[in-house]
Protein backbone atom coordinates (compact mmCIF):
# COMPACT_ATOMS: atom_id res chain seq x y z
CA UNK A 1 0.00 0.00 0.00
CA UNK A 2 1.23 3.75 -0.92
CA UNK A 3 0.83 6.01 1.72
CA UNK A 4 1.31 8.65 0.02
CA UNK A 5 -1.06 10.19 -2.37
CA UNK A 6 -0.60 10.66 -6.16
CA UNK A 7 -0.85 14.50 -7.28
CA UNK A 8 -4.18 14.00 -8.93
CA UNK A 9 -5.64 12.76 -6.16
CA UNK A 10 -4.03 15.47 -3.90
CA UNK A 11 -5.45 18.07 -6.46
CA UNK A 12 -8.96 16.52 -5.97
CA UNK A 13 -8.34 16.36 -2.43
CA UNK A 14 -7.55 20.66 -2.53
CA UNK A 15 -10.16 20.89 -4.86
CA UNK A 16 -13.09 19.28 -2.49
CA UNK A 17 -11.67 21.27 0.66
CA UNK A 18 -12.36 24.26 -1.79
CA UNK A 19 -15.39 23.30 -2.17
CA UNK A 20 -15.94 22.87 1.11
CA UNK A 21 -14.79 26.16 2.31
CA UNK A 22 -16.39 28.20 0.02
CA UNK A 23 -19.55 26.48 -0.49
CA UNK A 24 -21.15 24.26 2.04
CA UNK A 25 -19.63 26.30 5.12
CA UNK A 26 -21.16 29.27 4.42
CA UNK A 27 -24.68 27.22 3.99
CA UNK A 28 -24.26 24.57 7.13
CA UNK A 29 -26.63 26.89 8.64
CA UNK A 30 -29.09 27.09 6.21
CA UNK A 31 -29.18 23.72 5.27
CA UNK A 32 -29.87 23.29 8.94
CA UNK A 33 -32.62 25.58 9.06
CA UNK A 34 -34.64 24.92 5.84
CA UNK A 35 -34.00 21.44 5.95
CA UNK A 36 -32.84 21.05 2.43
CA UNK A 37 -29.95 21.01 0.62
CA UNK A 38 -30.14 24.03 -1.89
CA UNK A 39 -29.98 23.13 -5.46
CA UNK A 40 -26.78 25.66 -5.87
CA UNK A 41 -24.82 22.86 -4.13
CA UNK A 42 -26.21 20.10 -5.17
CA UNK A 43 -25.00 21.68 -9.11
CA UNK A 44 -21.62 22.38 -7.84
CA UNK A 45 -20.95 18.64 -6.45
CA UNK A 46 -22.52 17.61 -9.87
CA UNK A 47 -20.06 19.94 -11.81
CA UNK A 48 -17.04 18.50 -9.41
CA UNK A 49 -18.17 14.93 -10.57
CA UNK A 50 -18.78 14.77 -6.74
CA UNK A 51 -22.13 12.39 -6.84
CA UNK A 52 -22.38 9.35 -7.40
CA UNK A 53 -18.40 9.27 -7.84
CA UNK A 54 -17.73 5.57 -8.59
CA UNK A 55 -20.34 4.83 -11.25
CA UNK A 56 -18.67 4.22 -14.25
CA UNK A 57 -18.17 7.85 -16.66
CA UNK A 58 -20.30 6.39 -19.28
CA UNK A 59 -22.93 6.90 -16.96
CA UNK A 60 -22.53 10.18 -15.74
CA UNK A 61 -19.48 9.55 -12.93
CA UNK A 62 -16.10 9.71 -12.35
CA UNK A 63 -15.50 5.78 -12.13
CA UNK A 64 -13.40 7.04 -9.55
CA UNK A 65 -11.80 4.77 -6.38
CA UNK A 66 -12.35 4.09 -3.36
CA UNK A 67 -9.73 6.11 -1.83
CA UNK A 68 -10.64 8.86 -3.87
CA UNK A 69 -14.53 8.88 -3.02
CA UNK A 70 -13.24 8.10 0.71
CA UNK A 71 -11.09 11.73 0.54
CA UNK A 72 -14.15 13.16 -1.05
CA UNK A 73 -15.86 11.92 2.12
CA UNK A 74 -13.81 13.39 4.79
CA UNK A 75 -13.76 17.15 2.97
CA UNK A 76 -17.59 17.16 2.57
CA UNK A 77 -17.96 16.05 6.13
CA UNK A 78 -15.29 18.75 7.00
CA UNK A 79 -17.53 21.22 5.27
CA UNK A 80 -20.54 20.75 6.53
CA UNK A 81 -20.63 19.92 9.82
CA UNK A 82 -23.98 19.01 10.26
CA UNK A 83 -23.52 15.82 8.25
CA UNK A 84 -26.09 16.47 5.94
CA UNK A 85 -24.44 17.00 2.59
CA UNK A 86 -22.10 14.13 4.16
CA UNK A 87 -24.99 11.55 3.79
CA UNK A 88 -26.38 12.48 1.00
CA UNK A 89 -23.24 11.99 -0.93
CA UNK A 90 -21.99 8.87 0.65
CA UNK A 91 -25.75 7.73 -0.33
CA UNK A 92 -25.36 8.39 -3.92
CA UNK A 93 -21.57 6.95 -4.06
CA UNK A 94 -22.25 3.45 -1.94
CA UNK A 95 -25.55 2.72 -3.82
CA UNK A 96 -24.77 4.34 -6.89
CA UNK A 97 -21.78 1.90 -7.08
CA UNK A 98 -23.80 -1.36 -6.06
CA UNK A 99 -26.65 -0.67 -9.21
CA UNK A 100 -23.52 0.24 -11.85
CA UNK A 101 -22.01 -3.23 -10.26
CA UNK A 102 -25.19 -5.15 -10.33
CA UNK A 103 -28.12 -3.32 -12.42
CA UNK A 104 -29.56 -4.41 -15.32
CA UNK A 105 -28.07 -1.93 -18.54
CA UNK A 106 -31.59 -0.29 -19.14
CA UNK A 107 -31.87 0.15 -15.29
CA UNK A 108 -28.01 1.91 -15.52
CA UNK A 109 -28.79 4.07 -18.71
CA UNK A 110 -32.16 5.04 -16.92
CA UNK A 111 -31.28 6.10 -13.23
CA UNK A 112 -27.73 6.47 -13.24
CA UNK A 113 -26.76 9.76 -15.35
CA UNK A 114 -29.78 11.89 -13.72
CA UNK A 115 -27.93 11.02 -10.25
CA UNK A 116 -24.75 11.68 -10.62
CA UNK A 117 -26.21 14.66 -12.57
CA UNK A 118 -27.80 15.86 -9.36
CA UNK A 119 -31.63 15.52 -10.70
CA UNK A 120 -32.27 12.54 -9.07
CA UNK A 121 -31.48 10.96 -5.71
CA UNK A 122 -30.83 7.28 -5.14
CA UNK A 123 -30.45 5.71 -1.59
CA UNK A 124 -31.15 2.40 0.19
CA UNK A 125 -34.09 1.37 2.13
CA UNK A 126 -33.61 -2.36 4.84
CA UNK A 127 -34.83 -1.12 7.83
CA UNK A 128 -38.65 -2.20 9.15
CA UNK A 129 -40.49 -1.13 11.87
CA UNK A 130 -39.95 -4.17 13.70
CA UNK A 131 -35.89 -4.18 13.14
CA UNK A 132 -32.93 -2.81 11.36
CA UNK A 133 -29.78 -5.45 11.52
CA UNK A 134 -32.24 -8.83 11.98
CA UNK A 135 -32.70 -8.98 7.96
CA UNK A 136 -33.75 -12.60 8.49
CA UNK A 137 -37.17 -10.82 10.17
CA UNK A 138 -37.74 -8.98 7.40
CA UNK A 139 -41.51 -8.79 6.45
CA UNK A 140 -41.64 -6.64 3.57
CA UNK A 141 -42.03 -9.16 0.37
CA UNK A 142 -41.57 -9.25 -2.91
CA UNK A 143 -42.76 -11.98 -5.79
CA UNK A 144 -42.54 -12.23 -9.53
CA UNK A 145 -45.37 -11.66 -11.51
CA UNK A 146 -44.72 -12.05 -15.13
CA UNK A 147 -42.63 -9.22 -16.19
CA UNK A 148 -42.84 -7.38 -12.87
CA UNK A 149 -41.73 -7.58 -9.27
CA UNK A 150 -45.20 -7.01 -6.69
CA UNK A 151 -44.13 -5.68 -3.41
CA UNK A 152 -46.02 -5.38 -0.53
CA UNK A 153 -44.28 -3.82 3.14
CA UNK A 154 -43.00 -1.31 5.04
CA UNK A 155 -39.49 0.47 5.24
CA UNK A 156 -38.27 3.01 7.94
CA UNK A 157 -36.02 5.01 8.88
CA UNK A 158 -35.25 5.63 5.24
CA UNK A 159 -32.98 9.07 4.38
CA UNK A 160 -33.82 10.53 1.47
CA UNK A 161 -37.49 10.03 1.12
CA UNK A 162 -38.96 13.39 0.51
CA UNK A 163 -35.49 14.07 -1.63
CA UNK A 164 -36.81 10.80 -4.03
CA UNK A 165 -40.48 12.30 -4.49
CA UNK A 166 -38.98 15.90 -4.80
CA UNK A 167 -36.40 15.16 -7.63
CA UNK A 168 -37.11 12.03 -8.57
CA UNK A 169 -35.44 8.95 -7.70
CA UNK A 170 -35.67 5.87 -5.75
CA UNK A 171 -33.99 3.55 -3.22
CA UNK A 172 -32.88 -0.04 -3.87
CA UNK A 173 -35.35 -1.99 -1.70
CA UNK A 174 -34.58 -5.48 0.35
CA UNK A 175 -37.09 -7.68 0.73
CA UNK A 176 -37.99 -11.40 1.09
CA UNK A 177 -38.81 -13.48 -1.74
CA UNK A 178 -39.14 -17.01 -0.72
CA UNK A 179 -36.11 -18.14 0.99
CA UNK A 180 -34.09 -15.61 -0.55
CA UNK A 181 -33.53 -11.54 -0.82
CA UNK A 182 -34.40 -9.54 -3.95
CA UNK A 183 -32.81 -6.41 -4.19
CA UNK A 184 -35.05 -4.01 -6.18
CA UNK A 185 -35.02 -0.77 -7.30
CA UNK A 186 -38.10 0.70 -6.82
CA UNK A 187 -39.10 4.79 -7.30
CA UNK A 188 -40.60 6.53 -5.08
CA UNK A 189 -42.96 8.11 -7.08
CA UNK A 190 -44.42 4.70 -8.12
CA UNK A 191 -48.02 3.86 -7.66
CA UNK A 192 -48.92 2.25 -4.38
CA UNK A 193 -46.25 3.80 -2.79
CA UNK A 194 -47.15 6.27 0.42
CA UNK A 195 -44.66 8.09 2.21
CA UNK A 196 -43.77 9.57 6.10
CA UNK A 197 -41.42 11.85 7.39
CA UNK A 198 -39.95 11.73 11.33
CA UNK A 199 -38.05 14.49 12.65
CA UNK A 200 -34.82 14.29 13.75
CA UNK A 201 -32.45 15.90 16.34
CA UNK A 202 -29.90 16.27 13.56
CA UNK A 203 -28.48 15.68 10.19
CA UNK A 204 -31.86 18.27 9.01
CA UNK A 205 -30.96 19.10 5.71
CA UNK A 206 -31.58 15.38 4.67
CA UNK A 207 -34.79 14.00 5.42
CA UNK A 208 -35.79 10.88 7.18
CA UNK A 209 -38.87 8.35 6.41
CA UNK A 210 -40.74 5.55 6.27
CA UNK A 211 -41.88 4.03 2.68
CA UNK A 212 -45.09 1.77 2.93
CA UNK A 213 -45.52 -0.40 -0.61
CA UNK A 214 -49.15 -1.62 -1.24
CA UNK A 215 -48.64 -4.03 -4.01
CA UNK A 216 -46.37 -1.61 -6.44
CA UNK A 217 -45.12 -3.20 -9.32
CA UNK A 218 -42.02 -2.81 -10.29
CA UNK A 219 -40.49 -3.48 -13.62
CA UNK A 220 -38.01 -6.46 -13.67
CA UNK A 221 -35.21 -4.60 -14.96
CA UNK A 222 -35.16 -3.13 -11.96
CA UNK A 223 -34.16 -6.24 -10.48
CA UNK A 224 -30.41 -6.12 -9.10
CA UNK A 225 -28.15 -9.42 -9.65
CA UNK A 226 -30.30 -12.68 -9.60
CA UNK A 227 -33.64 -13.07 -7.74
CA UNK A 228 -33.06 -14.59 -4.04
CA UNK A 229 -29.49 -12.97 -4.42
CA UNK A 230 -30.26 -9.95 -3.01
CA UNK A 231 -28.71 -9.97 0.86
CA UNK A 232 -25.50 -10.54 -0.79
CA UNK A 233 -25.71 -7.40 -2.76
CA UNK A 234 -26.61 -4.89 0.08
CA UNK A 235 -24.11 -6.50 2.05
CA UNK A 236 -21.69 -5.89 -0.46
CA UNK A 237 -23.07 -1.88 -0.32
CA UNK A 238 -22.81 -1.33 3.42
CA UNK A 239 -19.56 -2.48 3.13
CA UNK A 240 -18.45 0.43 1.02
CA UNK A 241 -21.14 3.32 2.24
CA UNK A 242 -19.49 2.07 5.80
CA UNK A 243 -16.14 3.21 4.50
CA UNK A 244 -17.45 6.21 3.35
CA UNK A 245 -19.36 7.14 6.59
CA UNK A 246 -16.54 6.93 8.85
CA UNK A 247 -14.56 8.96 6.53
CA UNK A 248 -17.15 11.70 6.73
CA UNK A 249 -16.79 11.25 10.72
CA UNK A 250 -12.84 11.94 10.32
CA UNK A 251 -12.91 14.96 8.24
CA UNK A 252 -15.71 16.41 10.97
CA UNK A 253 -13.59 15.47 13.88
CA UNK A 254 -10.66 17.27 12.12
CA UNK A 255 -12.88 20.08 11.93
CA UNK A 256 -13.67 20.33 15.26
CA UNK A 257 -10.25 20.18 16.75
CA UNK A 258 -9.17 22.62 14.27
CA UNK A 259 -11.67 25.31 15.91
CA UNK A 260 -11.12 24.50 19.08
CA UNK A 261 -7.07 24.57 18.81
CA UNK A 262 -8.10 27.99 17.26
CA UNK A 263 -10.21 28.91 20.04
CA UNK A 264 -7.35 27.65 22.96
CA UNK A 265 -4.63 30.10 21.88
CA UNK A 266 -6.69 33.04 21.64
CA UNK A 267 -8.68 32.40 24.68
CA UNK A 268 -6.72 33.62 28.14
CA UNK A 269 -7.95 32.89 31.84
CA UNK A 270 -5.60 33.74 34.76
CA UNK A 271 -3.88 35.96 32.30
CA UNK A 272 -2.49 32.77 29.79
CA UNK A 273 -4.20 31.17 26.74
CA UNK A 274 -5.97 28.03 27.49
CA UNK A 275 -3.27 26.12 25.43
CA UNK A 276 -1.20 26.36 28.10
CA UNK A 277 -2.88 24.55 30.16
CA UNK A 278 -2.07 21.03 30.24
CA UNK A 279 -5.55 19.95 31.19
CA UNK A 280 -6.70 20.87 27.70
CA UNK A 281 -3.02 20.46 26.04
CA UNK A 282 -2.86 17.06 26.62
CA UNK A 283 -6.63 16.04 25.96
CA UNK A 284 -6.20 17.75 22.65
CA UNK A 285 -3.55 15.74 21.80
CA UNK A 286 -5.04 12.08 22.93
CA UNK A 287 -8.18 13.17 20.76
CA UNK A 288 -6.05 14.05 17.48
CA UNK A 289 -3.75 10.89 17.68
CA UNK A 290 -6.86 8.82 17.80
CA UNK A 291 -8.75 10.56 14.87
CA UNK A 292 -4.84 10.15 13.28
CA UNK A 293 -4.43 6.64 13.47
CA UNK A 294 -8.28 6.25 12.59
CA UNK A 295 -8.02 8.50 9.53
CA UNK A 296 -4.82 5.84 8.13
CA UNK A 297 -7.68 3.22 9.06
CA UNK A 298 -9.80 3.97 6.71
CA UNK A 299 -7.82 4.01 4.39
CA UNK A 300 -6.31 1.33 3.95
CA UNK A 301 -10.27 0.26 4.47
CA UNK A 302 -10.69 1.85 1.08
CA UNK A 303 -7.24 0.52 -0.23
CA UNK A 304 -8.96 -3.01 0.47
CA UNK A 305 -11.98 -2.56 -1.41
CA UNK A 306 -9.97 -1.15 -4.22
CA UNK A 307 -7.73 -3.64 -4.23
CA UNK A 308 -10.32 -6.60 -3.58
CA UNK A 309 -13.67 -5.84 -3.59
CA UNK A 310 -14.79 -3.49 -6.18
CA UNK A 311 -13.12 -5.93 -8.47
CA UNK A 312 -14.94 -8.43 -7.61
CA UNK A 313 -12.47 -10.48 -5.69
CA UNK A 314 -13.95 -12.37 -2.40
CA UNK A 315 -10.98 -14.27 -1.45
CA UNK A 316 -9.78 -11.54 0.92
CA UNK A 317 -13.83 -11.06 1.95
CA UNK A 318 -12.85 -11.65 5.65
CA UNK A 319 -9.89 -8.81 5.85
CA UNK A 320 -12.03 -7.07 3.98
CA UNK A 321 -14.96 -6.89 6.57
CA UNK A 322 -12.88 -6.72 9.34
CA UNK A 323 -10.85 -3.08 8.21
CA UNK A 324 -14.74 -1.65 7.19
CA UNK A 325 -16.50 -2.96 10.69
CA UNK A 326 -13.13 -1.81 13.08
CA UNK A 327 -13.49 1.70 11.02
CA UNK A 328 -16.92 2.24 11.45
CA UNK A 329 -17.17 0.65 15.13
CA UNK A 330 -14.06 3.75 15.77
CA UNK A 331 -14.55 6.51 13.89
CA UNK A 332 -18.31 7.46 14.80
CA UNK A 333 -17.34 7.56 18.54
CA UNK A 334 -14.41 9.40 18.15
CA UNK A 335 -15.88 12.38 16.13
CA UNK A 336 -18.50 12.36 18.67
CA UNK A 337 -16.02 13.26 21.17
CA UNK A 338 -13.55 15.30 19.64
CA UNK A 339 -17.16 17.74 19.37
CA UNK A 340 -17.96 17.25 22.66
CA UNK A 341 -14.47 18.08 24.13
CA UNK A 342 -14.04 21.24 22.09
CA UNK A 343 -17.68 22.23 23.08
CA UNK A 344 -16.18 22.36 26.56
CA UNK A 345 -13.37 24.08 25.65
CA UNK A 346 -15.79 26.64 24.73
CA UNK A 347 -17.44 26.46 27.95
CA UNK A 348 -21.00 28.25 27.94
CA UNK A 349 -20.41 29.87 24.00
CA UNK A 350 -19.86 26.01 23.17
CA UNK A 351 -23.44 25.55 23.65
CA UNK A 352 -24.45 28.12 21.71
CA UNK A 353 -25.75 28.11 18.21
CA UNK A 354 -23.31 30.93 17.32
CA UNK A 355 -20.15 28.86 17.69
CA UNK A 356 -21.80 25.90 15.45
CA UNK A 357 -20.15 22.96 17.89
CA UNK A 358 -23.67 21.71 18.03
CA UNK A 359 -24.04 20.75 14.24
CA UNK A 360 -21.40 18.61 14.35
CA UNK A 361 -23.06 16.94 17.34
CA UNK A 362 -25.99 16.35 16.75
CA UNK A 363 -25.29 15.13 13.07
CA UNK A 364 -22.09 12.95 14.40
CA UNK A 365 -24.32 11.57 16.75
CA UNK A 366 -26.74 9.35 13.79
CA UNK A 367 -23.60 7.19 13.09
CA UNK A 368 -22.96 6.39 16.35
CA UNK A 369 -26.85 5.44 16.94
CA UNK A 370 -27.09 3.00 14.21
CA UNK A 371 -27.28 4.27 10.47
CA UNK A 372 -25.16 1.91 8.14
CA UNK A 373 -25.28 -0.01 11.25
CA UNK A 374 -24.96 0.34 14.80
CA UNK A 375 -21.76 -0.19 16.35
CA UNK A 376 -22.58 -3.26 18.35
CA UNK A 377 -22.88 -5.03 14.67
CA UNK A 378 -19.43 -4.19 13.83
CA UNK A 379 -18.78 -5.78 17.12
CA UNK A 380 -20.69 -8.74 15.98
CA UNK A 381 -18.98 -8.80 12.31
CA UNK A 382 -15.70 -8.32 14.07
CA UNK A 383 -16.38 -11.64 16.58
CA UNK A 384 -17.69 -13.60 13.75
CA UNK A 385 -14.31 -12.71 11.33
CA UNK A 386 -12.17 -13.19 14.80
CA UNK A 387 -13.55 -16.27 16.34
CA UNK A 388 -15.67 -17.91 13.63
CA UNK A 389 -19.28 -17.75 12.58
CA UNK A 390 -19.80 -20.86 15.22
CA UNK A 391 -19.73 -18.04 18.15
CA UNK A 392 -22.20 -15.65 16.20
CA UNK A 393 -24.64 -14.65 19.36
CA UNK A 394 -27.55 -15.80 17.01
CA UNK A 395 -28.80 -18.70 15.08
Given at each position: ??????????????????????????????????????????????????????????????????????????????????????VFFLLEAGWGYILARHGTDAALHEVLPPVCAGEAFLGIATTEPTGGSDLAGMRTRSHRDGDAFVLRGEKCYVSGVEEAKALGGGHLTLSRDGDGFNLLYVPT???????????????????????????????????????????????????????????????????????????????????????????????????????????????????????????????????????????????????????????????????????????????????????????????????????????????
Amino acid sequence: MEFSLSDEEQAFQEAVRRFGDKVLRPNERRIDREGRIPEEVLREMAHLGLLAMPVPSEYGGLGASAVLTELAAEEIGRGDFSMATAVFFLLEAGWGYILARHGTDAALHEVLPPVCAGEAFLGIATTEPTGGSDLAGMRTRSHRDGDAFVLRGEKCYVSGVEEAKALGGGHLTLSRDGDGFNLLYVPTRSKGISTQKFENMGRMGISTGALTYDDVRVPESYLLGEAGHGFHYAMEGFTVARTFVSAACIGAAERALETGMAYIKERRAFGVPLAKFEGIQFELVDLWAQVEAVKWQCRRAAWLLDTYTLKGDLSHRSEVDRAVASVKLTAPPIAFECVKRVMMWFGAAGYTKDVGLELGLRGVMSYLVGAEGGLNIMRIILGRELLGKEFLPYP
